[in-house]
């Protein structure tokens, strides 16, 4: 399972999911289908969401007994325990919520299940998608290009990582933190408070610059970590600093050269409002 949630919308209303790779299945919040069918706020949501189950468990229903939890990111940015349910479990509890959205939010769902299938056979679609939305969003196709080009660079370092042991998503968020402040000088945590982020990706705010850097300090680890026979987190370790350093005396180059700070205190939007020159 992924180490945290993606986020789908149904007319403007946000419900977070997780793909199994396994299972091949998505998991979808039921505070958040609630939230849809229900037309409530969160709390509204989570208060009826408690006496639906109560309900339904009095009614001798198994759907309660075989709602699932897993680390969801809230809405205040904090992983927590949230009830959740496969594609059938949610047809199933539609039926025990009286609301007007129903017929669509089914539509809706076998879209999303479709979506996902469509891409598994078809990897491009998933590209043409994240295309699509980086494109809306205001990005230059430049940056997109790079954009996309960090996902298959940072597959590679983390296959290389758990080949030599890694499997912990501590662990990997532990070498990113050492990696990224190796060459950026910033942790992960102080890198995005450098650009005001919260809950946003941190390299969607990156410039093609910072995203280029980035990349050499993961390909450099991934070369490096090949080199060596020995496994563990130390060996791993050892990697990463030696791959984040080499990004790092080419980010100092490059700033002593043109005197200019490569690492920005802005975020996406002021990056783009910059390039635009308004």
């Known amino acids: 399972m992924r180490q945290d949630n993606e986020l789908k919308l149904f007319e403007n209303k946000k419900i977070r999911v997780k793909w199994n790779e396994d299972q091949e299945k998505w998991y979808f919040s039921v505070v958040d289908v609630v939230s849809v069918l229900t037309d409530n706020d969160y709390q509204k949501s989570r208060n009826y969401w408690k006496w639906l189950k109560n309900k339904l468990n009095e009614e001798g229903s198994e759907l309660v007994s075989i709602t699932n939890q897993l680390k969801m990111r809230a809405f205040d ?14 047809l199933r509890l539609i039926q025990s919520i009286p609301s007007k959205k129903a017929e669509p939010f089914k539509l809706w769902l076998a879209q999303v299940g479709k979506e996902r299938i469509d891409e598994a056979y ?11 939305i980086y494109r809306k969003k205001g990005y230059s196709e430049e940056w997109i290009n790079q954009r996309l ?15 030599k042991g890694i499997d912990s998503g501590k662990d990997f968020a532990i070498l990113t933190n050492i990696l990224t402040r190796a060459w950026s000088g910033y942790s992960v945590k ?23 850097l980035n990349m050499l300090a993961e390909t450099s680890s991934t070369e490096i970590s090949k080199s060596k026979t020995k496994k563990g987190f130390k060996e791993a370790e050892d990697s990463v600093v030696k791959g984040g350093n080499i990004a790092r005396i080419a980010k100092e180059q490059l700033e002593k050269e043109t005197g200019k700070k490569v690492v920005l205190n802005k975020n996406a939007k002021e990056i783009r409002k910059l390039n635009s020159g308004k």
Do not use: S
């Not at 940015?77 to 594609?87: A, P």
């Not at 078809?122 to 699509?132: F, G, K, Q, T, V």
């Open 149 to 163: 080009k960090t996902i298959d660079i940072r597959k590679e370092f983390t296959d290389e990582l758990k080949a």
């Open 77 to 90: 940015g904090k992983m927590r325990d949230t009830d959740v349910m496969t594609t059938e479990q949610i």
């Open 122 to 132: 078809d990897p491009e679609l998933a590209i043409n998608r994240a295309l699509d």
């Open 190 to 212: 102080e890198y995005k408070n450098l650009k005001g982020l919260k809950k946003e990706n941190l390299r969607d705010n990156m410039t093609n610059m910072e995203l280029v």
